[in-house]
């Protein structure tokens, strides 16, 4: 049974840092890429960053400069360190495995002083 639990959201002032995880079971999660995505109340899921098997990067303009992505295959974990926080971040954040499709359950992350 494919799992991927999201942790780490929360609410966070504005310019404020949070960090997601996404602990992946019932793969083989070094074999593939991972996403994360967001879904904003009203708006339609987004993609935030991906990471290939190898590490190569790719981020929305959004979060270009502010987030970063990372995995640790020992960990069979996906990481999104956000900072530089801004209110339109707010947020549903899930994480996705690219090639298998899988879906976690979310974790919501609210930005607002």
């Known amino acids: 049974q494919v799992q991927l639990v999201e942790s780490g959201g929360g609410l966070v002032q504005p310019g404020g840092s949070l960090r997601l995880s996404c602990a992946v079971s019932?793969?083989?999660?070094?074999?593939?890429?991972m996403g994360w995505y967001r879904q904003a109340p009203g708006k339609q899921r987004e993609m935030v960053a991906t990471?290939?098997?190898?590490?190569?990067?790719n981020y929305a303009d959004s979060a270009k400069g502010r987030f970063t992505i990372s995995r640790d295959n020992a960990k069979n974990t996906v990481y999104l360190q956000m900072s530089s926080l801004k209110p339109e971040d707010t947020a549903v954040y899930y994480c996705?495995?690219?090639?298998?499709?899988?879906w976690g359950k979310g974790t919501l992350v609210t930005v607002s002083s």
């Open positions: 990471i290939t098997v190898s590490g190569w990067t």
């Open positions: 996705k495995t690219l090639s298998t499709g899988y």
């Open positions: 019932g793969i083989i999660f070094r074999f593939d890429g």
